[in-house]
C-alpha cells in the first residue's frame, strides 16, 4: 500500500510542473489542475471505478452498486495548489480516498450503498479570493451573479477560468447536488498546523475555521518624490504600514487574552499605486486575511480596525469581500470515527481546523466528517510542505473504514 | 504668445492620450513618447528649424548659421512622463524653448553661433528606475552594459524598449556630443515646491539634488494564514511596514536638525511574494527614494537603515540600484540670467532642484544653468500638476535673452 500511495501522490503532482524553488502553481480552472484531474480519473478507472464530472468540472469516482439506498457514501478532496503551494494540501485527501477504495477491494468488500470519490474543483482562494467554489457548487451555495466577476491576478474572470476548462457558465448552476443524493461525506487532509505533529498521526476534526476577508483601500495624493516636504505628504504607504503593524499588534493582545479558539490575522496582499520609484504612493489597496473558529474575535478585529482606520489623513474604505460563519461538522460521524481509531491508539485529539475545506460547505447540507493528518513544522501553502506517506495510509485505513460503516443500510 | 504657447501644450499633451482621473502615462519609449516627439517636430518645422536625430532618439531642432563658431547655444527639456503624470513637467521647458525661438524670429534676431532647442528621451525614472538616459547619452554618460537588461514592470528590457522605438542598441552610444559641439545648455522647469508660488513668476536654480535609490529585500517566510500562529511567523510585510516607517520617522528626526537642504526620503515601490489572500508574505521588496543636495544626509539615511536591517528575524539585503552625487550648476549663467531677470523684477530667488533634470547630465560636460516657474500647491507627478501659461511665456523670454546673450561670439 505504501509504494502505491507514494505512485499515485506523484502522479497526481506531476514533477514536470514543479518550479523546484516556488512550488506548485497549480491554480484552479488552469491547464495544470485540468491535467491533474485526468490523473485522478485514470487512477480511478484503474480501481474499476466509474467517473462522472459535473458541471463545473468536479469529478465523482463511484463504486456502483444495486442497493435500494442510492445515496453515496462519499469521500474526497482537492488537487489545486496555491501560487507556490505544496504537493500535500488536497492531493492527500484525495489519494488517500482513492487508497480506502483500493483496500476494500482488495479485501474482497461488498458495500450495500454504493461509494464515492470525490476530486473537487477550486479549492484555494489564492486565485480568485474565494476559496472551495467546486464544493460551493455542489453544496448550491454557488453565488453565479457575484462569482461571474471574481477576478484573477491578470484580469481574467472566474466566469472566463470556468469556460477555458470546456465548462458553460450557465450551466454550473445545474452541478448542484439532491439533499437524498449523498448519504455522507468525509474528507481527509494535513493538519496545516503543529497540534499532532510528534503526538500522533491521525487526529479528528470538531470544526472548519472560516475567513473575513477584508479589502482596505487607502486614498491618500501621489507627489514627487524629490520635491514635495516630508512635513506636506498624504503618504498611503506610510499609513498602510500603520494599518498592517495594528492588525499585527491587536491579534497579538486578543490572543493573549483566555480564549478557547485563537484569531490569526495576516495583511496577506498589498498593491501599491502607480508604484513608481518617483512618486509618493497616493493609492494602496491591502488584502486582510481574519480567521477563527471563534466569530466574535473575528468580528473584534474588523472594529477595531474599521475605528482607526477613521483617525488617519486619508480616505479608507475597508470592505468585507468574504464573511463567513465558522462551521461545526457532524458530531455522530465524530464520535463514530474518533472511537473507530481509538481501537488502536491511545490518543485521538480532537481538534479545529485553522483553515477553510470543501467539508465545510458539504456540512451546509450533508452529515460530514473529516481527519487530519500531521505535516512537518506545520508548514501549509509552501514548497517546504510535507507528510508522511505512512500518515496518508493510515488515513486510508480509516477512511475505508469510514466507507464500510455508511455503506451499511 | 500666450496662444501660441497654450496651442503648442495642447499639442505635445494630446487629450486622447489622457486618463482624466489619472492623467498621463506617456512613458519613455513607448509610442506615446514617439507620438509627442512627432509633435514637437512638426512646431519646430513649422518655426523654420532642421530637425536632427540623435541614435537613442533626442531631437535637435535647429536654428543653423555660418558662424565660424558652430558650437550651439542649446536650450530644452523632455515629454515623458511618470505614470499618472502631468502636463507640465518637462513639456513646459520643451514648448518655452520652442517659444524663446518664435520670439527671437518674430523680431527678425539674427544669430552669431547656432542655436538648438532639445528634446530629449525617457528622463523619468519611473519605468526603469533610471532617469534622465537621453541626457544622460548625449553628455557620454550612457553605460551601455549595466543599461540594457533593466526590466519595467511588465518585464520589458531597456534595450528592447529603446529598439521598439527604432533605434539600434549598438548605435546609442554614437548619441554622444562632443564637447566643442555645445556652447552652453539651460533647462527651464515647473519647480515642483511651493517656494516660488504666490512669491514670483521665475527662479533660478544653483544646484540639482540628486538621489540614492535603494532596492531593500527582507527574506521571511510563507505559511497558511490560517494556520501558523501569529507567535511563530516570519511575515516580510510585518517587518517591511516597520522599514516604511523608520524611513519616514529618521527622515523627519534629520530635518529636524539644522541643515541648508532638506532630505526627503519615499519608500515608493513595494511588492510582496506571492501576494495571495491565503499565503503569509514571505518575501517582500522595497524601493527607496532619496534625496537631497547634501549628499551627507542621504548617506546617514543610508547607513541607518543598513544598521536596522540587521535587527530583524529575516534576511535582509540594502541594495544601491543609484547612487548619485548633487550637482552644482555654472555660476556664470547663472549670475547672467538671475541679472537679467533682475532687470523686471524685485525679487529673483535663487533655490535648489530638490528633483533630479536633464541639466544635472549636460552640466557634467557643458556649462548649465537652470529656470524655474512656479507650479500650483507644489504638486507634481500628479494629474493635478499645473502651471500658469504666463509664466511659461515669461520662461521664454529668458531662454530668447539668454539664446540673444550666449550667441554672440
Redesign the interface.
Known sequence: MLSWVKDKMLQVNLVEDLHPKEGFYRLGFTDLETKAHAHFVQIAEELGLKVYEDEIGNKMARWETDCEDQRYVSSGSHLDT???GGAYDGAAGVVASLAAIKLLKDEGFKPERPLEVICFRLE???RF?V?TIGSKAMAGLFDENSFAHLKD?NGITLKEAVESQGYKWEHVKNAERDTNDIYSFYELHI????RLEGITDLGVVDAV?C?I?LEVTIEG????????????RR?A??I???I??EV?EE??RI?REEHKY?????????????????????KVVL?I?I?SVDDHLKERLVNHLEKMSSTFDADISVVRKVNTSSVFLDEGIRETMRKEIAKTRDTVPVLES???HDVMNMQKKWPSGMLFIPCRD?????PREYAEIEHIVEGAKVIAAYYKLKSIV
Open positions: 496555491v501560487s507556490g484555494e482562494a489564492d479570493g476559496s491576478a493538519e496545516q498546523g503543529k475555521t475567513p476577508r495624493e501621489n507627489g514627487h518624490t524629490g520635491t514635495t516636504l516630508m512635513t506636506e503618504d504607504l506610510v498602510a504600514s500603520h498592517i503593524q499585527q491579534t497579538l490572543n485563537p484569531l490569526m490575522a495576516t495583511v496577506s496582499q498589498i498593491k501599491s499605486f502607480p508604484n513608481s520609484i518617483s512618486v509618493i504612493p497616493g488584502g486575511d480567521r485553522r483553515a477553510g506545520g508548514i501549509s501553502h509552501s
